[in-house]
């Protein structure tokens, strides 16, 4: 299992190859499914024009809450292991702000897993997003 948060930006896909290259004896041949979302800046955001965001975090207490996250979906499926990488700092648009991935030896429990881990992700885990529009900046709530 992997949790991190990184302060500049990173390529999902290298991300995930590198993570599964590098998964442990026990772990090959074991796992059939693997889920994955992707989280990339769009330029909009509540009917305006996003032209970067800043997103910042407690670096702590965040960790703590995705490991935590991370822990309960291992714990609720059968999964073979998590990968979440998430950014912080100025992201512009394009780029990728979150990762998360879970291989299980099913499909259904990697779907749902996944699912879980995104969805929680943006429900619990403290991150703060102030948007730079035409207009001048804005803090924005959870969506």
């Not at 059968?78 to 979440?84: F, K, Y």
């Not at 780029?95 to 299980?104: D, K, M, Y």
Request: one cysteine or more.
């Amino acid at each position: 299992m992997l949790v991190e948060v990184r302060g500049g930006s990173f390529d999902p896909w290298r991300e995930l190859a590198d993570f599964q290259r590098r998964m442990t004896g026990e772990k090959r041949g074991k796992y059939g499914a693997t889920s994955i979302f992707v989280g990339t800046m769009r330029d909009f955001n509540q009917g305006n024009d996003v032209r970067t965001m800043l997103l910042e975090h407690y670096p702590q207490m965040t960790e703590k809450h995705l490991h935590k996250i991370a822990i309960e979906a291992v714990a609720r499926w059968d999964l073979r292991d998590v990968l979440i990488i998430h950014r912080v700092g100025k992201i512009a648009p394009d780029e990728t702000i979150v990762l998360v991935a879970a291989w299980a030896a099913h499909r259904a429990a990697a779907f749902e897993a996944a699912r879980y881990l995104i969805d929680e992700l943006k429900l619990r885990a403290p991150f703060w997003k102030k948007e730079c529009l035409p207009q001048g900046e804005r803090w924005v709530s959870s969506e």
